[in-house]
């Protein structure tokens, strides 16, 4: 089955725009999260989105948000941009169950922004 | 929140050699401990993981273990190929799909 598809795959903005990144998850699965990869820093938590619900959210700014629609899909927006948020952000989907411990994450290929 | 340490931050072996990182984490509730390889220019993807139940798990060449008690889990490759060769991720989560990641080790097997 596919995978995880994120789009666009690079872009470039300049500070003060916003941009707003999508992610088409693996048939089936209801949970999509993302995260903002940068050099030293490793992967680190945006949000997570199940059944179209916040879940969980890490400790970023305002300027990051989400959301998720009927069919899993989701996107995230990343407003008044600063060159710090230059990163490659990877979405991940996963089955997640509702009340059920964490499983295996299924990553797309990331949407790498180059804010200048 | 959880508090994810990985080291080293670079290893380099020679090829045939075994490879450990080693991981530690701070939120004892914490019960699923996840590995994920990624090469350059790919995605991550999950090479083993262990839950807080079992204190160690093998996949062939790739073992993990678990120390919940001294909070802290380790990667061990027996070995080593030229294919080895990715950035590792360790990572700690305790519910939903909200994942802490270690800041990765750069492995480099030379042949």
Same mark, same amino acid.
């Given at each position: 089955?596919?995978?995880?598809? @994120?789009?666009?795959?690079?872009?470039?903005?300049?500070?003060? @725009? @916003?941009?707003?990144l999508?992610?088409?998850p693996?048939s089936?699965?209801r949970?999509?999260?993302?995260? @903002?990869?940068?050099?030293?820093?490793?992967?680190?938590?945006l949000? #997570?989105y199940?059944?179209?619900?916040q879940?969980?959210?890490?400790n970023?700014p305002g300027?990051?948000s989400?959301?998720?629609?009927?069919n899993?899909r989701?996107e995230?927006n990343?407003?008044?941009?600063?060159l710090g948020?230059?990163?490659l952000y990877?979405c991940?989907?996963?089955?997640?169950?509702?009340?059920?411990t964490a499983? #295996?994450?299924?990553?797309? #290929?990331?949407?790498r922004l180059?804010?200048? | 929140g *959880? +508090?994810?340490e990985? !080291?080293?931050s670079?290893?380099?072996?020679? *090829?045939g050699?075994s490879a450990?990182i080693k $991981?530690?984490y701070?939120?004892?509730a914490s019960?699923?401990?996840?590995?994920y %390889?990624?090469e350059l220019?790919k995605?991550?993807?999950?090479?083993?993981?262990i839950?807080? +139940?079992v204190? *160690?798990?093998?996949d062939?060449?790739?073992?993990?273990t678990?120390n %919940?008690t001294a909070k !802290?889990f380790?990667? !061990?490759?027996?070995e080593?190929?030229? *294919?080895?060769s990715?950035?590792?991720? $360790?990572a700690?989560? %305790?519910?939903? +799909?909200?994942f802490?990641?270690?800041?990765g080790t750069?492995?480099?097997?030379?042949?």
């Open positions: 089955k596919a995978g995880v598809t @994120q789009t666009p795959r690079y872009l470039i903005k300049t500070r003060g @725009q @916003q941009v707003t999508s992610c088409s693996i089936g699965h949970s999509v999260s993302w995260y @903002q990869q940068t050099p030293g820093q490793g992967l680190q938590f949000f #997570e199940f059944s179209e619900t879940r969980n959210k890490g970023f300027r990051f989400g959301r998720q629609f009927s899993s989701s995230m990343v407003s008044t941009l600063e948020d230059s990163a990877l991940a989907s996963s089955l997640g169950l509702a009340g059920v499983g #295996e994450l299924f990553f797309g #290929e990331g949407s180059t804010v200048l | *959880e +508090n994810v990985q !080291h080293p670079t290893l380099s072996v020679q *090829e050699d450990v $991981c530690t701070s939120d004892s019960n699923y401990f996840p590995w %390889k990624q220019g995605r991550p993807q999950l090479i083993i993981d839950r807080s +139940n204190g *160690e798990k093998k062939q060449r790739i073992a993990v678990l %919940k !802290h380790s990667l !061990h490759i027996t080593t190929q030229p *294919e080895d990715a950035v590792y991720f $360790c700690a989560s %305790k519910t939903g +799909n909200q802490y990641f270690g800041t750069s492995l480099t097997v030379i042949p």
